[in-house]
């Protein structure tokens, strides 16, 4: 079946940086495009990140420039790699499968792990 599994997160003071994992199962990564979305407390999920299965990327607005994200087919793994943290980044962090290969809408979903900013 279809798994998402999460690894990285974690508290890191403001400024600092944070790498975060996921690792999918069940499918082929190369056909679809994978996305981090996250959820602040008492906030709707926001997408933050996304890469088709070419490679080509989209960030939101407050995290470009600052994140990155990147995939590994031959690994079975898609980063994100968030630089220069800010307290207002804090929040759980998902990756999520898109409903093909360049879409940034997701059906399968990891099981979040957590961002702390706080000095």
């Known amino acids: 079946q279809v798994q998402l599994v999460q690894s990285g997160g974690g508290l890191v003071q403001p400024g600092g940086s944070l790498r975060l994992s996921c690792a999918a199962s069940?499918?082929?990564?190369?056909?679809?495009?994978i996305g981090w979305v996250r959820q602040a407390p008492g906030k709707e999920r926001e997408g933050v990140s996304c890469i088709s299965s070419e490679g080509s990327t989209y960030y939101d607005s407050p995290v470009k420039g600052r994140f990155t994200i990147s995939r590994d087919n031959a690994k079975n793994t898609v980063y994100l790699q968030m630089n220069s943290l800010k307290p207002e980044d804090e929040a759980v962090y998902y990756c999520?499968?898109?409903?093909?290969?360049?879409?940034?809408?997701?059906?399968?979903w990891g099981q979040g792990t957590q961002v702390t900013v706080s000095s």
């Open positions: 999520a499968r898109g409903i093909g290969a360049h879409a940034c809408e997701y059906d399968y």
């Open positions: 069940g499918f082929t990564l190369d056909d679809y495009a």
